[in-house]
């Protein structure tokens, strides 16, 4: 991993999935690269969110600290900036984007 590096990662988080996964990239309606993603936990009091931050970080090996939500709090698609990883870091643990 990268020390000092950061990487702005574009989630669509599914709530409520049974499971805490990745299920690979694709693209918005623009064109926009994202990650899909899903979590057991329910979208209530930041629940959902918290068990997203809780699964890039130990996906990616970084501490909690090190993803930080940077848009999109209420909404299923999320901007999260990750600390101490690249772009190859994210490849390797999601796959290569498309």
Do not use: C, H, Q
Not at 56 to 85: C, D, F, N, W, Y
């Amino acid at each position: 991993m990268a020390d000092g590096v950061a990487v702005t990662l574009v989630v669509r988080l599914t709530p409520r999935g049974g499971r805490d996964a990745a299920e690979g990239w694709a693209l918005d309606a623009d064109g926009r690269l994202y990650l899909k993603v899903r979590v057991a936990s329910p979208p209530v009091e930041g629940a959902a969110n918290a068990a997203l931050i809780a699964f890039l970080a130990k996906t990616l090996k970084i501490p909690r600290s090190a993803v930080r939500l940077a848009a999109g709090e209420t909404a299923r698609l999320k901007r999260l900036e990750l600390e101490g990883v690249d772009p190859a870091d994210v490849a390797r643990a999601f796959g290569p984007p498309n």
